[in-house]
């Protein structure tokens, strides 16, 4: 039906004739050139008064073929002379893209610059948010109450039943290793002490700061940014509502409440699995384990942890409203920003965390 | 021997759920013409073009692009179908985490037989072609402008050369003096290129300037097809209607004294 491109070389004349088109010239492409290049060494003249259509893409092939020059004689219809003429119209050393340059020093500064703007981007957020608390303080119906009921249950309720199954597997699995330790010691006992501390003080708060930053953190960050690439972050502003207020308030406020709550609960679920573990393990009675628990755990640590959660729920949901607000509307900035927001909200949890250890280290330790 | 029409959709009927959106559409497009397809909103003229670009899968009936039919299950010999064909969407569809240069170049890349040289040539003689500059080729999508998005996805849907060039209201979003421009720029090329074009539009001015044939889509069928002049003398309320708001248009300038 397509006639294919044919080329014949005779006595120096070149003859072309078919469809020279990008598509009929895909399946011999490599043939084809073969043949154009031997062509182009033998030909001093060309004859292309017999080609049925021509396209650029065969144009440019042509061209090159000519070594960028037209040939010593051609023939050839007006129609596709235009064609031809506009691949040699084309500047002859083309614009290509921004060379990539690698210099150590300048990658290290830009990446020194950027941790500085975003601590700067973050403080500034923080900011916004008091001053818009201390506006909602003084405008109390303008509270976004739904949008905070909704980002409570969505990151805080609906996050129950997975930190529950992460959490009882750890105390399982916590309780069920100490126990080997402790049992060729001698001091079962002790299993109360080492979960109690470690899972109320520790594990707990840091467990569910890291789910939480994957879960809810993650999705934060994609809603603000897809809010942005959809232009609804501007609809807001045009209608005169605070995108801070509306959108990132809600999300901070809520996940420092919920934070705390689901760390309680995870941690008392772990609890509950260190538990059952040490009754199968080490014959430890549930009824011993609750009670000597508030004996040997200082009622400070739970305080302790329940803090880290106010704190890691905060940095949590101000990390992924930075990174959200800073989408640019493309997709690969979308999924940058997402993955940044998750990896520098487990790194600030993590750098919080030690802060905490360092600042609380005279408190709640029990006394032997 | 004739060739086979350029799109010939034979009996399509679509339905999503209980809601029936075609009935027995029988629509042919010859190598040459410019139709455009025109109708309410809500009449499922979108829904055919999708139809015709195989996004969406009819109820009823078959797809043909240059008489293959498009449920055929040879894969190569649906890529070769879809290589002659070339989309404009309506918000352009750029790949927005790549440069203008590289939308441009990804059809052809794609192709993975041609070297950088080759692709670069081409890239800026589309861009010629659209009357861009070479500059503009390092532009990120999201810092174009309305007209530049329609451009730069002109050269993208132009990249391979297609034979048939489908548009989805190809002048909405922009200013009439941009429209103006565009739909000269369309016909200019379908001109050089030799294109078959089916478009989607509101525009009557659009549709005017450019069309050589029109369908008209209501009530679920096409109650019309065929050269403009036939089509517009149709008494059929909906076509009436449709180009009845032209009648102002005429009034205006006539009151302008043009």
Same mark, same amino acid.
């Given at each position: 039906? $397509? ?87 084309? =500047? ?58 909704a980002n409570?249950y969505k990151a805080g309720?609906q996050a ?38 470690? $899972? ?11 789910m939480v930053a994957g879960r809810s953190g993650s999705a934060m960050t994609a809603q603000i940014g897809v809010m ?23 999300k901070?406020?809520g996940l ?33 384990? $609750? ?25 949590v949901a101000?990390?992924a409203c930075?990174f959200g ?9 979308l999924?940058?920003?997402t993955?940044?927001s998750v990896?520098?909200a ?23 | ?174 200013? =009439? ?82």
């Open positions: 039906m $397509i006639d294919p491109p044919r080329l014949q070389v005779e006595s120096g004349q070149a003859v072309l004739s078919g469809h020279w088109t990008l598509a009929a010239m895909l399946p011999e492409l490599a043939a084809l050139r073969q043949q154009l290049n031997v062509a182009g060494e033998e030909a001093r003249r060309w004859d292309l008064s017999r080609l049925e259509r021509l396209d650029s893409a065969a144009a440019v092939l042509l061209w090159r073929t000519w070594r960028n020059a037209w040939p010593a004689a051609l023939d050839i219809s007006p129609l596709h002379r235009q064609v031809l003429e506009r691949v040699a119209d084309l =500047p002859p050393t083309l614009p290509a893209g921004a060379p990539p340059r690698f210099n150590p020093v300048e990658v290290l500064g830009s990446q020194v610059l950027r941790l500085l703007a975003h601590a700067r981007g973050m403080v500034a957020l923080f900011g916004q948010v008091l001053l818009d608390l201390v506006y909602l303080v003084r405008h109390p119906r303008e509270f976004p109450l739904r949008e905070l009921s409570i309720a129950l039943p997975v930190t529950a199954l992460v959490g009882f597997l750890i105390g399982v699995t916590l309780s069920y290793l100490s126990a080997l330790q402790l049992r060729s010691l001698g001091a079962d006992v002790f299993i109360v002490n080492i979960l109690g501390i470690s $899972i109320i003080r520790e594990l707990g708060p840091v467990l569910v700061a890291v942005r690439v959809t232009e609804e972050i501007d609809a807001l502003s045009v209608m005169g509502v605070s995108r801070s207020q509306r959108v990132a308030l809600p901070i406020i420092t409440l919920a934070m705390p709550l689901i760390v309680l609960w995870t941690s008392a679920v772990a609890l509950l699995g260190g538990m059952l573990a040490a009754m199968l393990q080490l014959d430890l009675s549930l009824h011993y384990f $609750i009670e000597s628990l508030p004996r040997t755990v200082p009622v400070a640590n739970v305080y302790i942890g329940l803090g880290k959660g106010v704190v890691f729920g905060f940095v101000l990390v930075h607000l800073r989408v640019r509307p493309d997709t690969e900035s999924s940058t920003n993955t940044r990896v520098t487990i790194t600030s949890v993590i750098l919080v965390d030690a802060l905490f250890a360092i600042f609380t280290r005279h408190l709640g330790v029990p006394t032997l | 021997m004739n060739p086979p029409p350029v799109i010939e959709l034979r009996g399509i009927g679509t339905r999503f759920g209980s809601q029936v959106i075609h009935r027995d559409i029988d629509l042919r497009v010859d190598s040459g013409q410019i139709l455009a397809l025109v109708g309410g909103s809500g009449s499922g003229k979108t829904t055919l073009l999708r139809e015709i670009l195989g996004l969406l899968q009819p109820s009823a009936g078959s797809v043909h692009l240059f008489g293959v039919d498009l449920a055929d299950p040879d894969s190569g010999r649906q890529r070769a179908t879809r290589r002659r064909l070339g989309m404009l969407f309506q918000q352009g569809a750029l790949y927005s985490a790549l440069s203008v240069f590289d939308n441009i170049a990804f059809p052809l890349r794609e192709l993975r037989c041609l070297d950088e040289d080759w692709i670069r040539r081409l890239v800026h003689l589309k861009l010629g072609m659209v009357e861009l500059a070479p500059a503009d080729g390092n532009l990120m999508p999201a810092e174009l402008s309305g007209g530049m998005v329609k451009r730069v996805a002109l050269a993208r849907a132009l990249a391979l050369e297609p034979e048939l060039l489908l548009l989805d209201e190809p002048t909405a979003g922009l200013d =009439p003096e941009r429209s103006k421009q565009f739909v000269a720029l369309i016909a200019a090329l379908q001109q050089a290129l030799g294109l078959t074009v089916m478009m989607v539009t509101h525009d009557l001015e659009t549709l005017s300037k450019l069309a050589t044939h029109v369908a008209a889509l209501a009530e679920q069928r096409l109650i019309a097809c065929g050269p403009k002049a036939e089509v517009m003398a149709s008494d059929h309320p909906f076509i009436r209607e449709f180009f009845a708001n032209d009648g102002w248009k005429t009034a205006l300038m006539a009151a302008h004294g043009k």
